[in-house]
């Protein structure tokens, strides 16, 4: 039987899995390697962009975290303020319902917001 490299890569990772459930340290990877053939020189790149890459994702989830905060932030103040509105429309003018002009307005940008944040294509 004969395996292509993606195949050895999965059967590699769910071995190693299952044997050590702890972390490895520098010098265990760099000894798999050797084992393995891999050059010293391909390892150290492919372990500085993975942790690139590792850096990348964790900035990312900060960032997309902040976004979600800031969300929720601008749709309390909406809220809080076209509560106040309406109640203040009720109060003053209850034939004419002017507040919902504010309403559908400051609403349709909230919309968007939201769009923004919880709508977004997956990246590959």
Partial sequence: MTYDSEDVQKILEIALTRKQEGEFSREQLIEMASE?????????TTEQNWLAQQE??????????FRRKAFWAHFVSFLAVNLFLILLNL???????????????????LFFHWRSIYQTKSQD
């Fill in 91 to 109: 109060i003053t003018s209850p034939s004419y319902f002017w507040a919902i002009f504010p309403v559908l307005g400051w609403g349709l940008g």
């Fill in 56 to 65: 990348e994702e964790r900035s990312q989830r900060t960032f997309n975290t």
């Fill in 36 to 44: 393995l053939g891999i050059s010293s020189n391909i390892l150290k």
